[in-house]
Structure formats: structure tokens, C-alpha cells
């Protein structure tokens, strides 16, 4: 399977440059040259990952990720000559996946393309993957349930959870986006009836974040909705 990358940069020679090192690798290559053609060719073509560089004319990178993020889950690697950290911080925050900082080496540009590459398609994303595979994983981004294994990743990391946590999840990831309450938690998990529970439940959803989530107080998986209870949202 031939891979197709989009590159999108205001800067013609990089784009040019880009494509000989991903062709070289038998990667297709797609070129854009601001965001809004970065948004055509998506809706065009079938792309599997972006090379994104941030300043750029009529849309610049960060405002063309959360574009994208509304509806692909593409893997998207920032290209940008800024390398403070708090330019990279904001663009993993916009949905980016990666970051490569300008001017970069061609073997780390193309590892980096190879890596993101492999865990996209790794984690079910990519339409060609073998279905009878999927059937036994629930997948949301990069969290992975594996109901076979009974393990839990979190972007290719395993994830030790107790059995009563793996429960949870299992039931709040086959039901993505509905809302559970504490008294539903705990009846289906716990076979009994949810009286007095929410401190209970509470408390393993807690434990449950500070395994899968970056930050456990803004949460990008498991979702409290107040007054009614959890869900996990893709």
C-alpha cells in the first residue's frame, strides 16, 4: 500500500524537498501552500498524514489543525522554525501529533513520517487494516481496549488497570458519547444494586485518569457530564 502525505508549507523549496526525501521512500506526495488548500486536498484526495508548517499565508498551521481535527484524525507533525517550547506546547495542544523544528534532518523527518505512519494505522484508523482484528478492540484515538488481551494502551503504552477499572472502561468505550450514571456504573459492573455508590464509582473513574489522561483535570477521554453521570467521548 502506497502512502499519501500531504505537505503543506508557504515555502516552495521545502515542500520540493519534502517530496524527494518521502518519494525516495515510496511515499505519495501531496503539496499545498496555505491552509485553505490544505482543506481542498483533504476533501479531495485520501491522505494518511500532514506535514504542517505553522506561518503561513490566508490560514496559518495552527487554525488549519483545529479545521481538520472537527472531522480527521490524521496524524499531523508541525514543521516550524520556532523551537520554544511553548510553541510546540500550543500546537500538540491545537490536535498535532508531532513536531519537527526547521531546520531538520531528513532521516529524522522521514522517521518521524514512518513512526506516526505505523501508530495510525496500528491503532485502527486506516481503512485497510484487517477487520476481524478490529472486532476484538475498541479503539478512541490513541486509547486502545484490547478485549482479547484484556489490555489497555494509551498511544502504544501499556496501561496497568485493575479489573473492576478495565470493566469501566470497556463499558463506557462500547457505548461511545452515552452518558452513564454512577447507580448504571455500578449495577453492570459490580452486579448490585447502586445504592449509595457515587463515592465508589468516583473514585475508580479518578484512578481511571490518572492512568489514560495527560492531564486528569482536563480530561480528553473520560468525561464527566455534572449531575448525570460518565461517558468516554471520541
Not at 502525505?5 to 525516495?24: F, H
Not at 458519547?177 to 464509582?201: A, K, L, M, P, Q
Request: hydrophobic fraction near 40%; proline fraction near 3%.
Amino acid at each position: 500500500m502506497k502512502y499519501n502525505v500531504l505537505v503543506v508549507d508557504d515555502e516552495r523549496e521545502i515542500t520540493d524537498a519534502i517530496e524527494i526525501y518521502l518519494s525516495n521512500e515510496g511515499i505519495n506526495v501531496y503539496k499545498a501552500y496555505d491552509g485553505l488548500e490544505a482543506l481542498d486536498l483533504l476533501n479531495t484526495y485520501e491522505i494518511h498524514l500532514i506535514l504542517m508548517d505553522i506561518m503561513m499565508p490566508k490560514m496559518d498551521g495552527l487554525r488549519t489543525t483545529l479545521k481538520i481535527r472537527e472531522e480527521k484524525n490524521i496524524p499531523i507533525i508541525m514543521l516550524s522554525a520556532k523551537s520554544e517550547d511553548t510553541d510546540k506546547i500550543l500546537g500538540l495542544n491545537m490536535g498535532a501529533d508531532d513536531y519537527i523544528t526547521k531546520p531538520f534532518n531528513p532521516l529524522e523527518l522521514i522517521a518521524r513520517v514512518k513512526s506516526n505512519l505505523r501508530r495510525y494505522i496500528r491503532l485502527g484508523n486506516f481503512k485497510n487494516i484487517d477487520e476481524e482484528k478490529e472486532k476484538d478492540r475498541l479503539i478512541c484515538n490513541g486509547l486502545v481496549l484490547n478485549k482479547l488481551t484484556k489490555e489497555v494502551t494509551v498511544d502504544d503504552e501499556a496501561i496497568k488497570v485493575t479489573p473492576s477499572e478495565y470493566k469501566i472502561l470497556e463499558l463506557l468505550m462500547s457505548n461511545w458519547g452515552r452518558v452513564f450514571s454512577s447507580d448504571e456504573i455500578y449495577e453492570r459492573i459490580w452486579g448490585d444494586v447502586g445504592y449509595n455508590c457515587e463515592n465508589t464509582v468516583a473514585v475508580h473513574v479518578r484512578r481511571i485518569r490518572e492512568k489514560i489522561e495527560i492531564n486528569p483535570k482536563d480530561p480528553k477521554y473520560l468525561k464527566v457530564v455534572w449531575g448525570v453521570g460518565y461517558k468516554i467521548e471520541k
